[in-house]
């Protein structure tokens, strides 16, 4: 499904998705609201990005938005009001989310605004962001829990972990030569871009 958003007291227009043409959104997938798909985005099957609360909703070119993905964010205003604190200024711009290009969201993660993902970062199975930031580069392993936080570049999340301190943030490991997930996402986004292209055709 790709609609508009209705309107509230903390959304004040419709909005419709704008959706790159080489985007594909499957149809099982849900795109609402004021949402703004880049290039080359693969959207799977199950994934929620609603754009109807908090918003704008961003993801940059070659991402990939996998099975299950949910992607939402707090009310960022109210009665035409911002809400401080509920969203994040990137190039300076307000986004509930920010997703940035060549990031793979894998199945079943949660982004839930106010949050930001850096280009070139994978986001593992069952993670959950909320109020946070991950830089450019990084890795979330899966079932990861970021609260509160802000995640460097070129950091890695070890699988489970629960990251509600920002001194915790800060004692995350780097990505080094040996660390064996360290060129995953670039696979990962290949494959999904593939995918997209190709249930493109398949609908032409």
Do not use: W
């Not at 959104?25 to 080359?40: E, F, R, T, W």
């Not at 908090?54 to 949910?70: E, R």
């Not at 109020?131 to 460097?152: F, N």
């Not at 301190?165 to 696979?187: F, V």
């Amino acid at each position: 499904m790709i609609g508009e958003n209705v309107v509230t007291e903390f959304s004040a227009s419709m909005s419709r998705p704008v959706i790159d043409e080489t985007t594909y959104v499957h149809p099982l997938a849900s795109v609402i609201g004021n949402v703004i798909l880049g290039k080359h985005i693969m959207v799977s099957p199950m994934a929620s990005i609603r754009g109807d609360e908090g918003q704008p909703l961003s993801i940059g070119d070659d991402s990939n938005v996998q099975d299950g993905v949910i992607i939402h964010g707090l009310e960022t205003a109210v009665k035409g009001v911002p809400v401080d604190g509920n969203f994040h200024m990137v190039d300076g711009r307000m986004y509930s989310v920010h997703v940035g290009k060549r990031v793979s969201l894998a199945h079943q993660v949660q982004i839930h605004g106010p949050a930001v993902i850096g280009d070139d970062t994978f986001v593992g199975m069952q993670s959950l962001v909320f109020r946070a930031s991950v830089g450019r580069g990084c890795v979330i392993e899966p079932g990861v829990i970021l609260m509160g936080v802000s995640v460097d570049d070129l950091r890695y999340v070890p699988a489970g972990s629960v990251v509600k301190t920002q001194a915790d943030a800060d004692k995350l490991p780097g990505i080094t030569e040996d660390y064996p997930l360290k060129d995953m996402n670039r696979g990962v986004v290949h494959v999904n871009m593939e995918l997209a292209r190709g249930y493109l055709e398949l609908e032409r």
